[in-house]
């Protein structure tokens, strides 16, 4: 890999803030942008063909871009939902009961869309973990050939969700059933 523009750091020329440079900006809001959110999920893998195969042709997301050590996937016209690297010629998976990534939520656009994503997940023979009613969304759960956590999720508008008395919201954990939500979209 070039260190002199490493993808894992940023372009070398980039200017960071440090701490004496902030006081300068004025008021800071106390909190992110309600508008913010998560752009892109970037996995290095140990084999790049073999998360490829497994991203686009089981899950069903589109290549935007791809070159020797690494490919760009989404699922609109998007630049990239999710990103596969090899940039890292050395990295080994992580030991079992380490701090990392958990998982990552795909959010699908309705009932169909989850149901075909998992029927081809069942048809290649991937193994699903497991699936949740969570209240504000329904979530099925794998991982991927390297082991990263994979959550398929379809949320459910914001009304429908499950609030405390005081309004914040109350998750639940609640069985889905998965194979339900497979034959009833595929009903004749």
């Known amino acids: 890999m070039d260190e002199a523009n490493n993808p894992l750091t ?13 006081p300068t900006v004025g008021t800071l809001a106390a909190e992110i942008s309600p508008d913010a959110d998560i752009g892109h999920v970037n996995l290095t893998v140990s084999d790049l063909e073999r998360a490829l195969v497994f991203y686009r042709d089981v899950i069903g997301l589109r290549v935007t871009q791809r070159d020797e050590d690494s490919a760009f996937l989404a699922a609109d016209e998007y630049h ?10 050395d990295a080994k998976p992580p030991p079992p009961h380490t701090t990392g990534l958990h998982h990552f939520g795909l959010r699908l656009p309705d009932r169909t869309a989850l149901a075909e994503v998992v029927a081809r997940l069942a048809r290649a023979g991937h193994e699903l973990l497991g699936a949740t009613d969570h209240g504000v969304n329904l979530a099925v759960y794998l991982t991927d050939p390297d082991g990263n956590g994979l959550e398929l999720m379809l949320d459910r508008p914001a009304a429908e969700w499950p609030r405390n008395p005081d309004g914040s919201i109350a998750m639940t954990v609640a069985p889905f059933d998965v194979q339900a939500l497979v034959a009833d979209a595929f009903a004749t």
Do not use: E, F, Q, Y
Not at 80 to 89: F, P
């Open 10 to 22: 940023g372009h070398p020329a980039s200017r960071l803030p440090t701490a004496s440079d902030v």
């Open 80 to 89: 990239h939902h999710i990103a596969l690297n090899r940039w890292d010629h």
